[in-house]
């Protein structure tokens, strides 16, 4: 057998983090030497379709880079997003997603995921870019996160919305101005102005 892909394999889980079978295709190795790497312990299969090093360490947010480099298209938003901007006490059990209203349901197997359907306004604006274990994660920036909060109120706790609203002021995470500007993306200048107002 030829072991000289496999340790290029490894060496190329080491980079990037997380890959995909169709990741390891694309640079000329046959995804079926994965499996070989996991039958020698050498690599773990950590979701459908996900493989990392096993001596890879994970960062505090690894699982918006599993979900991220199973749905490139999608943006972190609410309360993962509030989560990984230091913006809220809760602790989310799910990886909150948002997707166009047009596109596909994502099937991500055992990843727990919570999609919400963005329209194309509100899922390209207000998007950061971060790099989780060598995957691009999309995230709502923190402006964008307090506005997408107060739009779905009902789903999260408008008290939720509000703690998130208090911290991204406290911690000076955005301006007033930036809220607004989202907010009237989102077309929630009227829900959020009172709001904006209680805790000034």
């Known amino acids: 057998m030829d072991d000289s892909h496999p340790l290029d394999l490894l060496d190329y889980l080491r980079v990037k983090g997380v890959v995909r079978p169709r990741d390891v295709e694309a640079?000329?190795?046959p995804r079926k030497y994965l499996s070989r790497l996991v039958e020698r312990g050498l690599a773990e299969r950590i979701g459908r379709g996900l493989y990392m090093a096993a001596d890879a360490e994970w960062e505090p947010h690894h699982s918006l880079a599993a979900v991220a480099a199973r749905v490139p298209h999608g943006v972190v938003c609410l309360l993962s997003a509030l989560l990984f901007h230091e913006l809220t006490s809760e602790l989310p059990r799910e990886t909150w997603l948002a997707i166009d209203t047009t596109a596909w349901r994502?099937?991500?197997?055992?990843?727990?995921?919570r999609v919400v359907r963005f329209s194309e306004a509100a899922l390209s604006t207000g998007?950061?870019?971060h790099i989780i274990e060598g995957v691009p994660v999309h995230v709502t920036n923190p402006a964008k996160t307090?506005?997408?909060c107060f739009r779905f109120r009902h789903k999260i706790?408008?008290?939720v919305a509000i703690e998130a609203l208090r911290d991204c002021r406290r911690k000076r995470a955005c301006s007033n101005d930036e809220l607004m500007e989202y907010a009237t993306v989102c077309r929630m200048t009227n829900v959020?102005?009172?709001y904006l107002e209680a805790v000034a």
């Open 106 to 113: 994502p099937l991500l197997g055992p990843l727990p995921v």
């Open 146 to 148: 307090v506005v997408d």
């Open 27 to 29: 640079i000329g190795i």
């Open 157 to 159: 706790g408008v008290d």
């Open 127 to 129: 998007v950061e870019e």
């Open 192 to 194: 959020l102005r009172p």
